[in-house]
């Protein structure tokens, strides 16, 4: 979905580097994820936001951080990697219409990311 | 802790059969459910969703089948086709929280 951006789309590392993957979105929604996936697995929860001052952890926010610059923005660290972190990252933006409403996640094309 | 149960983890079907795909439940405050599908090398989309007042929604061939009393749900892909190759996430949603993912089926359809 163009209006889920993410960069960069592929990066190699070496282990213990510091890296940030970036997010942007315009369609002006207030949630936003990171999720990372491996091969042949499902989507695990990194972190989340449901507005710029709100930060919360996912199931597996050990080795990562993330900061949430402005509605538009979120970003995605990995203080010092490791090569277990290698995997597909995705970016995911979200509404939700409440009450007795919906929610649709609107995901990025993802970061493919190997650590050395 | 997973909330949500979906099998099975791989599937296979042949060009126009019916390709069954099943999730199950625990928190009956959950009031909605959708299902994502996502394609290699893409990220997940929204597919197709239900509400827990209705028991199916149609959606051209995909069909989502709900049982509230037994906490499941499922996607059936009638005539499945080489295109609906994929993996396929189903979710569910309550209150103010945030979706909730099954682990994923891959699904297979050969010639």
């Known amino acids: 979905d163009a209006d889920v951006t993410q960069t960069p789309r592929n990066r190699i590392t070496k282990t213990g580097k510091r890296i940030m993957l970036e997010c942007s979105q315009t369609?002006?929604?207030?949630?936003m994820y990171w999720y990372r996936q491996d091969p042949g697995l499902g989507l695990r929860l990194i972190y989340y936001s449901f507005d710029v001052k709100d930060i919360n952890k996912g199931e597996i926010s050990d080795g990562y951080s993330v900061s949430r610059q402005a509605q538009a923005k979120f970003s995605l660290s990995l203080e010092s990697a490791i090569p277990n972190q290698t995997a597909l990252y995705f970016c995911?933006?979200?509404?939700?219409?409440?009450?007795?409403?919906?929610?649709?996640?609107?995901f990025g094309p993802g970061t493919r990311l190997l650590v050395l | 802790q997973q909330q949500v149960k979906q099998s099975p983890q791989s599937l296979i079907v042949q060009k126009g059969g019916i390709s069954i795909i099943n999730c199950a439940y625990e928190?009956?405050?959950?009031?909605?459910f959708p299902w994502y599908q996502q394609f290699p090398g893409k990220g997940p989309a929204l597919l197709i969703a239900i509400r827990p007042d209705v028991s199916e929604k149609k959606e051209g061939r995909f069909t989502i089948s709900f049982n509230k009393s037994a906490k499941q749900f499922s996607l059936h892909i009638m005539d499945s086709q080489p295109g609906d190759s994929a993996t396929y996430f189903c979710?569910?949603?309550?209150?103010?929280?945030?979706?909730?993912f099954g682990t994923g089926t891959r699904l297979t359809i050969i010639p």
């Open positions: 928190n009956t405050a959950f009031d909605y």
């Open positions: 369609k002006g929604h207030d949630r």
């Open positions: 995911a933006t979200s509404d939700l219409h409440r009450p007795g409403g919906q929610e649709t996640q609107y």
């Open positions: 979710a569910a949603l309550f209150g103010n929280e945030k979706l909730t």
